[in-house]
């Protein structure tokens, strides 16, 4: 070891060095109660196929697995409707895996974690794609909860959601949306509220350079929420539920205008809904109202326009949200074997409230309002669930006018036939 500057003295002293930090380690080691490690993992998931047919051409994603609502007439020089033609599709793409992560106490809480995944892809070019779906870890102390990651969008009520076949769970008409986030809960008894603070990754906003995170990312403020819940059980099996939920948003659609000079003008949207549960042995009854702007990123109609131009020499314009209200309901029944139910949903476009003058970003902004009407059967047996369900849904379309509201308009009709086969595990 003479070549490099290190005599056999120096390294035997070194080696000792090392061996008695060693043992004086082991020592303390041994003198500290350990417990048992509580780590693990189980898996779970189902296997899904639907089959799928719709009486017209559709706005969806993955090859018309997750339906919004049909699309409106493309006439063509003889006055046919290119959109009126029908369409057949079978798809495994929902298939799923969930894995439920234990570990041992950490800062005097329960932690538990939680990976889900699917093969729905993350664009249409994606399909079949293994992606990610939840993503979190959480703390739970003895009222208090903790979520760190990426899970629902608070306004997706988890305990109170639309329980239809069709992959969109309610959407146009339901908030649809996982998002990366913060959320703390606090139980107050047979009350809860919670507070979060959520930034854009899957499900994001429209604007000039079409669907981005970069728009909630470069208004460098993440989107808040509070929610004030209420939930009673009784010891026969019955659950009252219901709740309230508000929610703010900014956006920055541009960096520069078109014209090469910087831009700091926002768009600012607010967000309210309520929501209410009734199950009891042989039945369940849910509704929820929705009014908000912009709820683009919610998979619902809405955007925004401009709506003001602040220096025509450089191109800074000001925008406005379109203002869109939405409601649902659904009765199902809770048989073990057999269950049945229906939802309906509506929705309307109530427009910018100022004059547009200039772009406009968003979904639907042709139509005026929206409904859906959708019966389910489900048969169990086991693992193994067989389901049907028929959905139409219904389009009023029409020409907005300046502040993005409707005269007349045209109903267009879509009516999908679903079958569905899982296998849980």
């Not at 949200?321 to 476009?349: L, R």
């Not at 267009?412 to 679903?418: A, H």
Request: glycine fraction near 10%.
């Amino acid at each position: 070891m003479e070549k490099f500057g290190i005599n056999d003295a120096i390294m035997r002293k070194l080696s000792a060095f090392i061996i008695l930090i060693l043992a004086i380690a082991a020592g303390l080691a041994a003198q500290i109660e350990t417990k048992p490690s509580t780590f693990g993992i189980s898996f779970s998931g189902y296997v899904k196929t639907d089959v799928i047919y719709d009486s017209r051409q559709t706005f969806n994603l993955r090859e018309g697995h997750f339906l919004l609502y049909p699309k409106g007439e493309q006439l063509d020089k003889d006055g046919r409707d290119i959109n009126a033609a029908p369409t057949f599709h079978m798809l495994s793409v929902q298939t799923r895996l969930v894995g439920k992560i234990t570990g041992p106490d950490a800062f005097g809480a329960k932690t538990s974690g939680l990976i889900e995944t699917e093969f729905f892809g993350t664009s249409d070019a994606d399909i079949n794609g293994f992606r990610l779906r939840h993503a979190y870890v959480k703390l739970n102390w003895t009222t208090t909860e903790l979520l760190i990651g990426q899970f629902w969008h608070p306004m997706f009520i988890t305990e109170s959601y639309p329980e239809v076949i069709s992959f969109n769970t309610g959407a146009p008409f339901q908030p649809f949306n996982r998002s990366p986030q913060i959320r703390v809960t606090q139980q107050l008894g047979r009350w809860s509220v919670s507070a979060a603070a959520l930034a854009q990754r899957d499900f994001v906003d429209n604007g000039p350079d079409g669907g981005s995170s970069a728009y909630a990312r470069n208004a460098a403020l993440p989107e808040f929420n509070l929610k004030l819940q209420y939930r009673w059980t009784c010891p026969a099996g019955c659950e009252f539920l219901f709740g309230a939920s508000g929610d703010y948003k900014l956006i920055r659609p541009r960096l520069s205008t078109t014209m090469g000079y910087a831009t700091d003008q926002t768009v600012s949207n607010w967000a309210g809904m309520a929501y209410f549960k009734y199950k009891n042995a042989t039945a369940t009854l849910k509704a929820e109202a929705f009014y908000g702007q912009d709820p683009y990123h919610l998979t619902m109609l809405g955007g925004y326009a401009v709506s003001s131009i602040l220096d025509a020499a450089r191109g800074i314009v000001g925008y406005s949200p379109y203002d869109v209200f939405s409601c649902w309901g659904e009765f199902m029944t809770n048989g073990e074997t057999f269950q049945a139910g229906i939802f309906v949903g509506y929705s309307k476009n109530q427009g910018v409230g100022k004059t547009i003058v200039g772009a406009t970003y968003g979904r639907g902004l042709d139509i005026d309002t929206l409904y859906r009407v959708a019966p389910r059967v489900l048969f169990n047996a086991g693992k193994v669930r067989f389901a049907s369900e028929i959905e139409y849904t219904n389009a009023a379309y029409g020409t907005a006018d300046a502040r993005g509201t409707f005269g007349s308009t045209k109903w267009i009709p879509n009516l999908r036939l679903l079958g569905a086969v899982y296998y849980f595990f």
